[in-house]
């Protein structure tokens, strides 16, 4: 079945520390997305990219970084400069197969900074 | 700007009761509106979309109405079960060039036996 990968489900940094998400879908969508979730915040858009070797930042794209060498894949740097990088990553996608406006997310990777 | 404002949880409710989480919105143009449902642990998925005035959205028993004149898109559910326990979100699509969609804050269903 067609889906989106998200890896590492859970990941424990020390601050100071780059860590790297995952992200890995084989819907061949065009688009992906990457969003930050907060308890009682709803979900924020940090960065996506509509096609591959390009990409837009999102409201919060400070401390982060992205590339998107293949349309697979679209992963995710919180760099040692993001503040307080403990949160819920959501990763989605979307294309024409599902409608541009309507997104896949993967699982989620919970990330803890100790 | 665009928005989404979606009622505060989290809202308790007993099984086979009647399900109302309220969605407003703003935002230029003819906006697409979805809800998205989140289970514990797991990601957003679609739950149902309208995509234009007076459009009716359904899934699962869930329905709602794009209305156009109220700006809202209010989800609704005649009888939940405790499956239904959820975060859900309300969401719009303005297009126009964006790729983004615009997310409610999220309101947490808990339904108890």
């Known amino acids: 079945d067609g889906g989106i990968t998200q890896s590492p489900k859970y990941l424990f940094r020390k601050e100071g520390q780059n860590v790297t998400l995952s992200c890995e879908q084989n819907?061949?969508?065009?688009?992906m997305y990457w969003y930050r979730q907060d308890p009682g915040q709803g979900l924020r858009l940090i960065y996506y990219?509509?096609?591959?070797?390009?990409?837009q930042k999102g409201d919060i794209a400070e401390g982060y970084s992205v590339s998107r060498e293949k349309k697979e894949s679209f992963p995710l740097t919180v760099t040692s400069a993001q503040k307080n990088p403990t949160a819920f990553y959501l990763c989605?996608?979307?294309?024409?197969?599902?409608?541009?406006?309507?997104?896949?997310f993967g699982a989620g990777s919970r990330l803890t900074v100790l | 700007g665009n928005s989404v404002t979606q009622m505060e949880g989290p809202v308790t409710l007993s099984e086979e009761a009647f399900l109302t989480i309220n969605c407003t919105y703003t935002?230029?143009?003819?906006?697409?509106l979805f809800w998205y449902v989140q289970y514990p642990g797991e990601g957003l998925q679609l739950l149902l979309k309208?995509?234009?005035?007076?459009d009716k959205g359904s899934n699962k028993g869930f329905e709602a109405t794009y209305r156009k004149e109220t700006t809202s898109f209010h989800l609704e559910k005649g009888s939940v079960q405790v499956s239904d326990s959820a975060v859900y979100f309300c969401?719009?699509?303005?297009?126009?060039?964006?790729?983004?969609?615009?997310f409610g804050k999220g309101t947490k269903l808990s339904v108890i036996p």
């Open positions: 989605a996608s979307s294309g024409r197969s599902s409608g541009a406006n309507v997104l896949t």
């Open positions: 819907l061949n969508h065009d688009a």
């Open positions: 990219s509509q096609i591959v070797n390009d990409f």
């Open positions: 935002a230029t143009g003819y906006p697409s």
């Open positions: 309208a995509t234009k005035a007076d």
């Open positions: 969401a719009l699509y303005s297009g126009a060039g964006s790729y983004q969609l615009t």
